[in-house]
């Protein structure tokens, strides 16, 4: 996966984005599976679902979460905001919670260099 740098502070492109491993694409996941694709621990997730409220991850049996695609999006921008850019928490979550309209783009421009980073993986398997 070719590494892509960018100074976007909105965590579409961003140089820790680029160690991180690929989205799957399954529609659920579980905390372990975040906490691995995001390099974030699960204690920390479970904080951050305290602090952010455009994280909530779905809870089932015994409470267990499910987090979608776009919640790994958000766990990600969020993570960017805070070791890469040095937000607080405060800050983050205001950086998140006052640019929704934009948000909606970002996410949008976010899911297309995800699928694109995919399909790239995919057709390097192909061609072996």
């Excluded at 607080?88 to 640019?99: C, F, K």
């Amino acid at each position: 996966m070719p590494e892509v740098s960018s100074n976007n502070v909105d965590g579409l492109e961003n140089k820790a984005e680029g160690n991180l491993p690929a989205i799957p694409g399954k529609c659920y996941f579980s905390i372990g599976e975040v906490s691995e694709l995001c390099d974030v621990k699960p204690h920390v997730l479970r904080y951050w679902e305290q602090e952010f409220p455009q994280l909530k991850p779905l809870k089932r049996r015994g409470n267990r979460r499910y987090y979608q695609r776009q919640d790994v999006i958000m766990v990600r921008q969020i993570r960017n905001l805070l070791y890469e850019h040095g937000f607080t928490i405060g800050g983050a979550r205001q950086r998140l919670s006052g640019e929704n309209v934009k948000n909606d783009v970002n996410h949008s421009q976010q899911m297309v260099q995800q699928m694109r980073h995919e399909l790239e993986d995919l057709l390097r398997v192909l061609r072996t």
